[in-house]
């Protein structure tokens, strides 16, 4: 079982910065590829940003040049630099990830963590 903590949520102004971490915890894991994804109150959870374990990155059209995803594979941590920030961005953030366990592979969430930004 592997276990996903986010950080680094909170209450910031419109063109302001944020940086969310999230870190992997368990027994007798190889993470794979690594995600943030969004949700904002009536709306679908949709895909931020994704990194390989490789470090190839991709990201939503809305996020780029603004968010950078990165990771440090030695802590099983990914990060979320968001910058230039606007209040459509406020949504709970999740880290997702999948992982090569004992079990085979399995995808995992974190349980969120809020980014409000005002206007």
């Known amino acids: 079982q592997v276990q996903l903590v986010e950080s680094g949520g909170g209450l910031v102004q419109a063109g302001g910065s944020l940086r969310l971490s999230c870190a992997a915890s368990?027994?007798?894991?190889?993470?794979?590829?690594m995600d943030w994804y969004r949700q904002a109150p009536g709306n679908q959870r949709m895909l931020v940003a994704s990194?390989?374990?490789?470090?190839?990155?991709t990201y939503a059209d809305s996020m780029k040049g603004r968010f950078t995803i990165s990771r440090d594979n030695a802590k099983n941590t990914v990060y979320l630099q968001m910058n230039s920030l606007k209040p459509e961005d406020t949504a709970v953030y999740y880290c997702?990830?999948?992982?090569?366990?004992?079990?085979?592979?399995?995808?995992?969430w974190g349980q969120g963590t809020q980014v409000t930004v005002s206007s």
């Open positions: 997702h990830a999948n992982a090569d366990t004992a079990s085979g592979t399995t995808y995992y």
């Open positions: 368990g027994n007798s894991f190889k993470m794979n590829d």
């Open positions: 990194i390989t374990f490789g470090g190839s990155t």
